[in-house]
């Protein structure tokens, strides 16, 4: 004999109750729980065949049955409120084609209302989980598709629905070993087993439906003479991959409805009503229905909370999703060391203050606050999908939101990057006298207009002369600079925030020192080419560079300051201009604090001029010349200016999914330009 194996789930049908059997005496009733009709299966795993329960002797298992086998509710078997009653011990029995079983309901007031519904004869759906041990194939030449006739099998427990499930559904129940499957043998019969009526054709004749149909007890009401049978036709052939695949669409559409109709109404997937609705293959519409059942429920509590005190003046919240990523963000931020922002010092030295929302979320790895966020998002399936998956999907952009877990990292890289720039000194600061605002990448003008001539006396009622006024003009461009760098999901795996914590702070210090370097190397220590042609620092024509030696003196300053003090504007007009930094590198700064610190003198040749505030020191380690610089306030001539691109103060973060890693691509990118408008503000002198 050849056998074969089918995975077959634990499975269930429907039963019917037996009219007028219902008695008032012990709460029993008789229940037909099964039939030898054929019903249509199409397995996920295997080919579609029709199954015919055995009901001979030898072929169906009655123990389970004749031991008192369970009557639940809705197959839930979670604890002992789901049972509803019991089969009464040795009342399962098989007479001819049909299964029949005496049922006893609990006595107990939780059970009226199934009593009462029994006893109306409105609750009479009744589904069957049996479980195949053997199949036979009994299938002819004429038949579309296989039929397998059950010839070793057991119901074990009973169930009362509102609506039969699907026939096809196992129980669903993962807590007891009976919803594992199991690969059924399936014996090839002999030839004379085959001329058993078990072929469509024969079905079809007996039962008078299609053999498509719902399988079900036949109504104990003698049913008419059939009609005449047909001219037969040969029917259409089964594509059993098109049957499995639009079962599967029809239930993930029907599952993902309730889901959906539910959070509207409030409930989580871990309702009791939702997952009944769920595992009971409840149909969206009709009188019991999806939408009926929320709508009676909502009603329900509507009652509830008017009779206990009226309703409530509606209160506006943000919506919880956004109020559970605003949680998780300030959490990151302060698992990321980010400290906020002091406005009385203007410095990043204030921790991250947790409140209610925001703590629950403390010390949760990365992965646990990524699964949140899917959750936030109705991604429920985060629950049963390994981690590197989780990884993986929470590292995709969920949409056009600014919430999803990429966007949530890149605020915090955001953050962090300010941070660092804000921390990184920028020496040159105080030296800036404008900061103009870019519109995109062309060449700015920037005019410089001399004092204009000597005002001249007006007689009375005399004409006053047209001034005539030089100019010389500067241009500069904004310019971009960057870096980009890799968050894969096996950084967050291993619980790594590094790319969102160190290494964004660290571009933000490079930022601030990019703008260190255009200014102090590309500008002064490179001794920039300004718009008349000339170097900044050129003694002929601009007159402002001593390179004779002379080394960082009370006289070497006093003879800088003659030279910047004697400058004129382009009419020739006098500036009198007044410095206010003294500018070394690392290697002068000791002396340049000793030569402006304030001392009591015991003699008048000793008394330093410079002392006392008059100038301030500015160091920076790229002062790499040999030698020392003064200049002006920014208030009485134009000694430096910058450019930022308009909207952008510093530097920004912007994030991808990776194509060449699996996870984010994070890009930082800083716009910054500056120039020296004018060379009167400055003056350079070499130590030797």
Not at 16 to 42: C, K, N, Q
Not at 51 to 71: F, I, K, Q, Y
Not at 276 to 291: I, K, Y
Request: glycine share 8%.
């Amino acid at each position: 004999m050849k056998t074969k194996k089918i995975e077959q789930p634990r499975t269930n049908f429907r039963a019917l109750v037996a009219p007028g059997s219902f008695s008032e005496e012990d709460l029993s009733f008789e229940v037909v729980w099964a039939t030898d009709r054929a019903v249509f299966r199409a397995p996920w795993y295997d080919e579609p065949f029709d199954e015919t329960l055995g009901m001979d002797p030898g072929e169906v298992r009655l123990d389970r049955l004749n031991s008192g086998a369970p009557l639940l509710n809705s197959h839930r078997s979670g604890n002992l409120d789901d049972q509803l009653g019991a089969v009464v011990p040795g009342s399962a029995r098989v007479d001819g084609s049909k299964g029949y079983a005496k049922v006893q309901l609990l006595n107990h007031p939780s059970n009226d209302r199934t009593i009462a519904g029994v006893r109306a004869g409105i609750f009479t759906n009744f589904s069957v989980g049996f479980q195949v041990f053997r199949f036979r194939d009994t299938s002819s030449a004429d038949d579309s598709v296989k039929q397998l006739r059950a010839v070793d099998w057991e119901p074990f427990e009973l169930t009362l629905i509102p609506v039969p499930a699907d026939f096809d559904a196992g129980i669903r129940s993962l807590d007891t070993p009976d919803q594992t499957r199991r690969l059924v043998p399936i014996e090839a019969s002999t030839p004379s087993e085959n001329m058993k009526p078990n072929s469509k054709k024969d079905q079809t004749t007996e039962s008078g439906n299609d053999p498509l149909e719902t399988r079900g007890a036949p109504d104990p009401t003698p049913a008419p003479a059939p009609a005449p049978a047909p001219a037969e036709h040969t029917p259409d052939p089964v594509d059993a991959a098109a049957v499995r695949a639009q079962a599967q669409s029809d239930e993930r559409k029907r599952i993902s409805s309730i889901y959906s109709l539910s959070r509207g109404m409030g409930l989580e997937a871990s309702d009791p009503l939702v997952r009944s609705m769920v595992d009971e293959g409840t149909p969206l519409d009709g009188e019991a229905g999806v939408r009926a059942r929320l709508i009676a429920r909502g009603a329900a509590e509507d009652e509830a909370t008017e009779t206990r005190g009226g309703h409530s003046p509606v209160e506006v919240t943000r919506d919880e999703g956004e109020t559970t990523v605003r949680g998780i963000e300030t959490a990151l931020l302060e698992k990321c060391s980010y400290r906020e922002l002091n406005p009385s010092t203007g410095r990043h030295d204030q921790n991250v203050v947790l409140d209610e929302n925001s703590s629950r979320f403390r010390g949760l790895r990365v992965l646990d606050l990524a699964k949140h966020v899917l959750r936030a998002h109705s991604v429920k399936r985060v629950d049963y999908m390994p981690d590197h998956e989780v990884a993986k999907l929470a590292l995709r952009s969920l949409g056009a939101t600014t919430s999803d877990f990429p966007n949530l990292l890149a605020n915090v890289a955001s953050k962090r990057l300010q941070m660092g720039f804000g921390m990184e000194s920028r020496t040159w600061l105080p030296l800036v006298s404008s900061t103009r605002i870019a519109q995109d990448f062309k060449p700015m003008s920037s005019p410089a207009f001399g004092g204009g001539p000597a005002l001249e006396e007006i007689d009375e009622l005399g004409s006053y002369n047209m001034a005539k006024t030089a100019e010389r003009g500067e241009t500069f461009t904004v310019k971009k600079y960057g870096k980009k760098w890799g968050y894969s999901w096996e950084a967050m795996l291993a619980d790594d925030l590094s790319a969102f914590d160190k290494t964004p702070a660290n571009m933000g210090a490079n930022a601030a020192r990019k703008e260190n370097d255009v200014v102090w190397t590309d500008l002064i220590i490179g001794n920039v080419v300004g718009g008349d042609g000339n170097a900044l620092f050129d003694n002929a024509n601009h007159a402002n560079d001593t390179t004779a030696a002379s080394p960082l003196t009370i006289a070497n300053l006093g003879a800088a300051q003659k030279k910047l003090m004697d400058q004129t504007g382009l009419d020739a007009e006098q500036l009198n201009l007044i410095p206010s930094f003294l500018i070394v590198g690392t290697a002068d700064y000791v002396l340049a604090q000793q030569l402006t610190r304030s001392i009591s003198p015991d003699q008048f040749g000793n008394v330093n001029p410079f002392a006392g505030g008059g100038l301030t020191v500015i160091v920076d380690p790229r002062i790499s010349f040999d030698g020392w610089y003064l200049t002006t306030s920014p208030t009485q001539t134009e000694t430096l200016e910058i450019a930022r691109l308009a909207g952008m103060d510093g530097p920004s973060i912007e994030t991808r999914p990776g194509f060449d890693v699996d996870g984010l691509e994070i890009k930082v990118r800083h716009i910054f330009g500056a120039q020296i408008p004018e060379f009167r503000g400055w003056q350079r002198v070499a130590n030797s």
